[in-house]
């Protein structure tokens, strides 16, 4: 009897470990994701180089604090061209991420 069960309980796990994973940042995955971040957000003296804007520093800002603002550039509930072009190009997953990723690299730079 049980062993006909087995089968299932082994499908059940095979689904339920991705999502339990999917709660957990993936810091590599964030670091790959913001590999183009940092085209603007890893300069130094925090401008772009051409055409100088100001980019904020968001190394070492709080997980929290990037992830919403990912949120709202997406949803369009804070406006920025650029941010919120780069911000619909990402998962829930990909902000999640690299939200952590930012947040764990201190905020010396
Ligand atoms: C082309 C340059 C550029 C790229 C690439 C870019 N950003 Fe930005 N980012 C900006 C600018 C400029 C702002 C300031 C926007 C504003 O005033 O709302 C900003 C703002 C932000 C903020 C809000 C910071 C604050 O202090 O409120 C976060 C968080 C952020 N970016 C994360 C990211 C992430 C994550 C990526 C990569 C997926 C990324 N950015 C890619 C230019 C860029």
Redesign the pocket.
Known sequence: MLKRWIPALLLAGIWLAPAAHAEEADLEEGRI??F??L???GIPFHT?VFPT????R?KG?TEG??RA??HAYRDGT?R?G??QA??H??SDEDIRN??AW?AAQGGNR
């Open positions: 994701v913001a183009t971040c085209g603007c957000h772009n804007f100001h980019v904020p968001i800002q604090y990037i603002s990912l804070r920025h650029t941010m780069q911000a190009t990402l690299v939200a930012f």
